[in-house]
């Protein structure tokens, strides 16, 4: 140890504690501004601190003081002519703020200084080594790119014969070419061998040099001989060249790949003749140019022939698919819609018109399809004349109201059917099927007599076979017998007239046969082909010679069906039963009907749970001309809706959604239809009376909206906002709350909360059971709602004798000549007898008292109001206007 350790003190407690020392000094600095303005700013500079390793092995701390001295020295380069030794650096004195250097360590500074300027001379031999090396590798490459243009010319004479004579290599070959090739340019141009590291070896007895990162010591070599330092620097500045110039041969190697790829493709003859510059060519490029070889040498071949399709053609149709249906490109086919003047995308609707003209364009066959040809296949071929057997007849009782239709059916089923009936009439259409004794069956249908049952007798004269009239022998020929006749003409079946209630006193079977004749039916007896017979449905006469009649028609008709195909029918009647869901009363015409069969009918579907017959006993299948209750629609059908068994439930959905779509257009069209009638008459003195009408089956629902739509005048109407079968409800009462409306329940009652609901809301329910009632009801309404008439009524004459001016107004001594003149009637002021003015009186006295009247006879006072053009000798006319209530 120096004498200058010795001189440290040791570290005691008393002092300062123990710390490392701050590598940040912090000063201060005067920065000064225009106008002699200064500020003195705190600065902080922060120490780098070096360290190396001493003779002893240990790390040091190398002091700032010893590089900043140093290194002016090495940034000074030695003359080159003259070499003289570095002068020996000052001693600085013996005392700084970080110690002195010992003697073995300034040598050691001395040497690193000398050691960078050999290496600087080195660096510069280099660089001329290194641009001596650059001259002759530009000049190597200017003449290989001679020698590459001079091959690519001569392949590019050799190429067109070798493509005429179609000897082209094989894939193979080509292959081993450029391996070959490739393996010859890389041995072409052998790497300088590597030489090994030289390591750096430190002397025994010399000074330590300083630890620099670019000058690491590098280990000893194998021999164990050690290197100097500047043989070490030499040949790392060797290495360091050798590697930039392999990186700048890199870079140019690619620069000429990229000519030589914009100079166009490689040729196979330019691959066969060894040349490496360019791109070589694909696998793929090369089976393309065989693949187009072997098909020259197989000659032209034949155009492929157009593949005609038939192509379907729905209602609406998108380009897209009109193009996948004709194998076409959804581009070819806008262009050719474009051509036929029609902008269309790829998605958008057609219609099948310009549909059917783009097909034909591109030379397909049309199939036009429609929506409705779902129900093509409902339609059933005619029956095969061997599978025919006979089916009883269908017979409809049709007649005017209270003629004994029901009556005259209860005696032939043996059953009390009309005391069931609210009111003693028929409400609905029931079918029945009778046994007669000698086994053969009838069926027969009830239809109501009363008006407003029109439909419903015209949708039972549609599916019948017979129909019998039935004719009161007291009342004769009455409105609906007349109906029930045109029924029976428009749906081209035969008659049989049935002349009811014979036992009476009154009963004149003569006149009814008479009075037919006004309506060209000819019976029997008048030399005519109608059957009439005389029954008592009280007394249970007639009813064999009724029923004879009814086989020996049948029998001339020869009714056949066929029981082994596909069932079909009609709804006769549907309506909404409380824990069964829809119910319909239906007819099977053809084919047999069976248990869980899924059937179609109008817009609903559904599947036959069960069946059950006239009588309330469950079959398992209903045959031709037999009536059952089915059980499992989901929906109530409306009455006269065909009945048909399809194969699945998707036929059957399919139906059905294409159904009730059609059913929600007709609806809408005619919503808009009624708005634009609504706009029209709100301008009017229209007054309508909305209803609400909740019924037990269809049928008399429908009669009572044909009954109630045929009240009114132009003045008043009934207008009906919901029908349907079923109990009264919720919706049904907020539907009248929001319309004003009045809820008619036909053989119906509301539920717990419609009742509350209109208690709540102030919603009249009315519940009717007679089909009378309603209408009498409905009448007295719309009654009330018309504008009463205003009648003139003629009250007497006064005539002016005199007129006199009192204030400004002028008033008239008149002379009461006929009747009485009354204070506020209207008067009229005639003049020549010709009314010059109308008006009210407004003061009537006579002498200084006011009086309401004055009688024939008396005189008085008058005055008009606003108005004083009066004269002596004007004629006055009094009267008054009065209301008369109208009645539909």
């Not at 072997?294 to 053609?313: C, L, M, S, T």
């Not at 609406?316 to 996948?324: F, G, H, K, R």
């Not at 009883?392 to 029901?406: A, E, I, L, R, S």
């Not at 239906?586 to 009588?615: C, K, N």
């Amino acid at each position: 140890m120096s004498d200058r350790d010795q001189e440290k003190k040791p570290l005691s407690l008393n002092r300062s504690k123990l710390e490392l020392s701050k590598t940040v000094e912090a000063g201060q600095v005067r920065q000064n501004f225009s106008h002699g303005r200064s500020k003195s700013v705190t600065v902080e500079v922060r120490k780098k601190r070096t360290f190396e390793k001493n003779e002893s092995g240990r790390f040091r701390e190398v002091k700032k003081d010893l590089v900043e001295e140093q290194s002016p020295a090495a940034e000074k380069p030695a003359p080159e002519a003259k070499k003289e030794p570095v002068e020996e650096p000052k001693p600085r004195p013996a005392v700084d703020d970080h110690g002195n250097l010992t003697d073995s360590e300034r040598a050691a500074r001395m040497a690193a200084l000398k050691a960078a300027e050999e290496r600087r001379k080195q660096d510069e031999a280099d660089a001329e080594i290194r641009a001596r090396e650059e001259a002759a590798r530009k000049a190597e490459e200017e003449a290989r790119k001679a020698e590459e243009a001079k091959a690519a010319a001569e392949a590019k004479q050799e190429e067109a014969p070798a493509a005429s004579e179609n000897d082209s290599p094989s894939v193979e070959e080509v292959e081993q070419r450029l391996a070959a090739s490739t393996a010859k340019g890389k041995t072409s141009k052998p790497k300088p061998a590597a030489k090994p590291k030289a390591e750096e070896t430190v002397i025994q007895g010399e000074p330590a040099e300083p630890l620099v990162p670019e000058e690491r010591r590098r280990s000893a070599p194998a021999d164990g001989k050690s290197k100097s330092r500047k043989e070490i620097d030499e040949e790392n500045a060797r290495v360091a060249a050798r590697k930039r110039a392999e990186e700048e041969a890199g870079r140019a190697a690619r620069t000429k790949g990229d000519e030589g790829r914009r100079r166009g493709k490689l040729s196979i003859n330019n691959a066969m003749s060894g040349d490496e510059g360019g791109r070589r060519r694909s696998m793929a490029s090369i089976k393309r140019q065989q693949a187009k070889a072997k098909a020259r040498a197989q000659g032209p071949q034949k155009p492929k022939e157009k593949v005609v399709r038939d192509v379907v053609i729905p209602d609406v149709i998108t380009v897209q698919e009109l193009a996948n249906r004709m194998a076409e490109r959804a581009a070819d086919v806008i262009k050719t819609l474009m051509s036929l003047g029609v902008m269309a995308t790829i998605n958008q609707s057609l219609d099948p018109d310009t549909a059917q003209l783009v097909v034909e364009e591109f030379g397909h066959n049309v199939k036009r399809v429609s929506d409705a040809d779902v129900e093509e296949s409902l339609v059933s071929v005619d029956d095969n004349d061997a599978k025919l057997v006979g089916r009883p007849p269908v017979v409809t009782v049709m007649g005017h109201v209270d003629h004994g239709k029901t009556s005259l059916l209860d005696a032939l089923r043996s059953t009390d059917v009309a005391g069931g009936e609210a009111g003693g009439i028929t409400q609905h259409i029931g079918a029945y099927q009778v046994t007669m004794a000698t086994g053969a069956k009838i069926t027969f249908i009830d239809t109501p007599g009363h008006a407003a049952f029109t439909e419903m007798r015209s949708r039972g004269a549609k599916v019948t076979d017979i129909v019998v009239l039935v004719v009161a022998a007291d009342d004769s020929v009455m409105p609906q017998t007349i109906e029930a006749i045109s029924h029976a003409k428009a749906a081209g079946v035969p008659m049989i007239v049935a002349i009811n209630k014979i036992d009476k006193p009154g009963a004149n079977p003569s006149k009814v046969k008479t009075e037919l004749l006004q309506h060209e039916v000819v019976v029997e007896e008048m030399g005519g082909d109608v059957q009439a017979v005389e029954v008592s449905a009280k007394q249970r006469t007639g009813l064999t010679e009724l029923e004879e009649a009814i086989l020996l028609q049948s029998e001339v008709l020869d009714l056949k069906a066929n029981p082994e195909r596909v069932a079909d029918g009609v709804v006769v009647e549907a309506r909404m039963e409380k824990g069964r869901g829809p119910v319909a009363t239906v007819l099977v015409q053809r084919g047999t009907l069976r248990t869980g069969d899924i059937f179609v009918t109008g817009p609903e579907w559904g599947r036959v749970r069960a069946l059950i017959d006239d009588h309330g006993n469950r079959v398992a299948e209903a045959i031709p001309g037999m009536p059952v209750e089915v059980n499992g629609l989901n929906g109530v059908p409306s009455a006269g809706d065909d009945f048909v068994v399809v194969e699945n439930e998707a036929k059957a959905r399919e139906v059905s959604d294409f159904r009730q779509r059609r059913i929600r257009e007709t609806q809408a069209a005619a919503m808009k239809k009624s708005a634009l009638e609504n706009m029209f008459s709100q301008s009017g003195d229209l007054k309508e009376l909305p209803i609400v009408i909740k019924g037990d089956v269809q049928g008399s629902v429908e009669a009572l909206i044909g009954t109630l739509q045929k009240l009114g005048n132009e003045e008043v109407s009934v207008r009906v906002l919901h029908s349907g079968v079923g109990g009264i409800n919720e919706s049904d009462v907020t539907l009248a709350r929001a319309s004003n409306a009045l809820i008619i329940g036909f053989n119906v009652r509301a539920n717990q909360q419609a009742r509350e609901q209109s208690r709540r809301d102030n919603v009249d329910i009315r519940y009717y059971s007679i089909i009378y009632d309603v209408a009498d009801d409905i009448k007295k309404m719309l009654s009330g709602m018309l504008s009463p008439e205003v009648r003139e009524k003629f009250l007497g004459y006064a005539e002016i004798r005199d007129v006199f001016t009192i204030s400004g107004n002028k008033i008239a001594g008149c002379m009461v000549t006929e009747g009485i003149v009354k204070r506020g009637a209207g008067v009229r002021l005639l003049r020549d007898n010709v009314v010059i003015h109308s008006g009210e009186l407004s003061t009537l006295r006579r002498f200084k008292d006011e009086v309401k009247e004055v009688r024939e006879g008396y005189e008085c006072g008058m005055s008009f109001a606003k108005y004083n053009d009066i004269q002596s000798g004007d004629v006055i006319e009094c009267f008054e206007n009065e209301e008369i209530a109208v009645e539909l």
